[in-house]
C-alpha cells in the first residue's frame, strides 16, 4: 500500500535549488580490491538500504510543495553495470564519474543509484549517486558506510562506532552532545526560527516567518566580504570532471605536521591551497592576496535524532589563503585560520541559508544563490571515514572518495577523505572553472614534500650525487 509523506523544510530547498549545470547529487565511489558479485550487492541492498524507508519512496510534485510517496523498488533500474575503455583505467574512472554527476537520476523512481564498474586495477569500483533531498551529505556518507563489514564475512550486528576523534574537522561531523547543544547562544532571532523550522517542519509553508529569517542569513552573507574573483567565478556548464589525488599516508601527515607544530588536517589545506596557488601561476594568473572562501557542511544533529536522513547540516565559512607563495608562511597562515575556526564554532555562526530558501519564491532563491556565489568559491568537506580497513559484500574497499554537490554558480567541490591509514584529495569541478582536476589534484604529493623536512634534507643530497656523477 502506497503511503505519503510531505518533504521536510530542508529537504524540499534541495529540490528548489537545483539546476540543470548543478544537479543536487552526493557522489560517491568506492575501489575495491576483488569482483564485487551483484547477487551479493542486491542481497545487501534489500536487508539493509531498503529498510530505511527513504530509499523506497519517489518524489511527487504539488502546487503546494512536494510528497514522498512509497512503492515498489526495482533493483535493476538501480544498479547499473558500466566497462571502462582501453587506456589509463583511472582517469577513464575520473571521466565516467563525471558524466554521472552531470546526467539527473529518474525522477519517476527513488532518487539513487549505483553503477558497478566490472574491471578496475584487478578488481572493481562501484559508484553511488544519491539526491539530497534523501540526506545531506553527512548522513548519506553513514549510510553507505552501514552497507559495509569489518571483515569479509558479513556482520550479524550493527558496526561498533569509531572511537570519537580529538581532531576538530571530524568533530564537525559528530552529533552535537547536549553540552554543546546547551552552549549554543540562540540570542539570535534567525536561529530560534531556524532551529524551530527544523524541529516542525510543517510550519516552514508561512512564507513570511521563512522570509523575515532568510534576510537575516542574507545579512550573514552580506557581512562577508566579497571573494576573490578567479578561474573559480563564473557561469558553470554543467558539464563535471572529476579527479583525487594518491593516498596520502596518515603517519607522514602526523609526523610532517608534528615537526611544524600544527596539525594533519590544517597541513592537508595548506598543500590544497598550495596545489591552488601552482594551478594559478601555470595559467598565468595573479596569485598575490589571493583568497578562497570555502563553505564547510557542519552537522548539526543531537546524538539522540532519531532519524539519521534528512537535512540537519549547517555551512560554516574558511578561507583558504592561496595567495601566499611561502609553503612554510601558508601552512602556519592556514594553521591560525583552522584554530579560528575551532573557536568560530557554534551553531550561531553557521549559515543556515539551505533551511530557508526552498519556502521562498524562485526569484529570491536564484538571487539568494548569485549572492552566495560571490562570497564563495567552493564546497570544502573533510570526511572521517573508518580507520580499518572495510569490506563491501567481501570485497576489501582501498579506496574512498565521496563529493557533496555546490549549489548556484559553485562550480567546485573539494573533497578530504580520511580512509584506513591514508588521506585522499578530491575535486569535483564544472569544466567552465576546470576542465582538467587532475592537474590540481596532480600537484597535492609536491605541495606535501615541500614540507617534508626529511625530502627536503634528501634533495641536496640527491643534487650532490648527480653533480658528482656528472663531473667524473
Request: glycine share 6%; proline share 6%.
Amino acid at each position: 500500500m502506497s503511503t505519503l509523506e510531505r518533504l521536510g523544510s530542508m529537504d524540499m530547498t534541495w529540490l528548489q535549488i537545483e539546476q540543470d549545470t548543478n544537479l543536487m547529487q552526493v557522489v560517491g565511489v568506492l575501489i575495491l580490491e576483488t569482483p564485487l558479485d551483484r547477487s551479493a550487492l542486491e542481497e545487501r541492498l534489500r536487508t539493509r538500504l531498503l529498510p530505511m524507508e527513504r530509499f523506497g519512496q519517489h518524489v511527487l510534485r504539488d502546487t503546494v510543495g512536494a510528497i514522498w510517496e512509497s512503492g515498489q523498488v526495482n533493483l535493476d533500474a538501480h544498479i547499473a553495470t558500466a566497462n571502462l575503455p582501453p587506456g589509463d583505467e583511472k582517469q577513464a574512472l575520473e571521466n565516467l564519474i563525471g558524466q554521472l554527476a552531470a546526467t539527473p537520476l529518474d525522477s519517476g523512481r527513488p532518487l539513487w543509484q549505483l553503477h558497478v564498474v566490472n574491471s578496475y586495477r584487478g578488481g572493481s569500483a562501484l559508484i553511488a549517486r544519491v539526491h539530497q533531498c534523501i540526506a545531506d551529505s553527512i548522513a548519506l556518507i553513514q549510510v553507505l558506510q552501514s552497507l559495509t563489514d569489518a571483515g569479509p564475512t558479513a556482520d550479524t550486528t550493527p558496526p561498533p562506532a569509531e572511537p570519537s576523534a580529538a581532531n576538530f574537522f571530524d568533530q564537525l561531523y559528530a552529533p552535537l552532545t547536549q553540552a554543546v547543544i546547551d552552549g549554543i547562544k540562540l540570542s539570535g532571532a534567525v536561529w530560534a526560527k531556524y532551529l524551530s523550522l527544523l524541529i516542525f517542519p510543517q510550519q516552514v509553508f508561512d512564507y513570511a516567518r521563512a522570509s523575515t529569517a532568510l534576510a537575516l542569513e542574507i545579512g550573514k552573507l552580506l557581512a562577508l566580504q566579497d571573494d576573490n574573483h578567479t578561474f573559480l567565478k563564473g557561469q558553470p556548464q554543467g558539464v563535471k570532471h572529476a579527479s583525487w589525488s594518491a593516498p596520502l599516508a596518515t603517519a607522514t601527515l602526523a609526523a610532517i605536521a608534528r615537526h611544524h607544530g600544527t596539525t594533519p588536517n590544517a597541513l592537508v589545506l595548506a598543500c590544497i591551497a598550495g596545489a591552488l596557488n601552482a594551478y594559478l601561476k601555470r595559467q598565468n594568473a595573479p596569485t598575490a592576496g589571493i583568497e578562497l572562501r570555502t563553505l564547510m557542511p557542519v552537522n548539526l544533529r543531537s546524538e539522540d535524532t532519531p532519524d539519521l536522513l534528512g537535512n540537519r547540516c549547517g555551512l560554516m565559512p574558511i578561507e583558504l589563503p592561496v595567495g601566499i607563495d611561502d609553503p612554510k608562511a601558508r601552512l602556519d597562515e592556514t594553521h591560525r585560520r583552522v584554530q579560528a575556526f575551532r573557536e568560530a564554532y557554534d551553531a550561531q555562526r553557521a549559515l543556515g541559508l539551505f533551511s530557508l530558501i526552498g519556502q521562498t519564491p524562485r526569484a529570491v532563491q536564484l538571487q539568494s544563490l548569485k549572492l552566495l556565489a560571490t562570497k564563495t568559491s567552493a564546497l570544502l568537506c573533510h570526511v572521517p571515514g573508518a580507520r580499518q580497513p572495510r569490506y563491501l559484500c567481501g570485497a576489501k574497499i582501498v579506496e574512498e572518495m565521496f563529493w557533496s554537490p555546490p549549489s548556484g554558480d559553485m562550480g567546485l567541490a573539494i573533497s578530504v577523505v580520511s580512509y584506513a591509514g591514508h588521506h585522499q584529495v578530491g575535486l569535483l569541478a564544472d569544466a567552465a572553472m576546470v576542465s582538467d582536476p587532475a592537474a590540481i589534484t596532480g600537484l597535492i604529493e609536491a605541495q606535501l614534500a615541500a614540507l617534508d623536512p626529511q625530502a627536503q634534507a634528501q634533495a641536496p643530497r640527491k643534487a650532490s650525487r648527480r653533480t658528482s656523477r656528472k663531473t667524473t
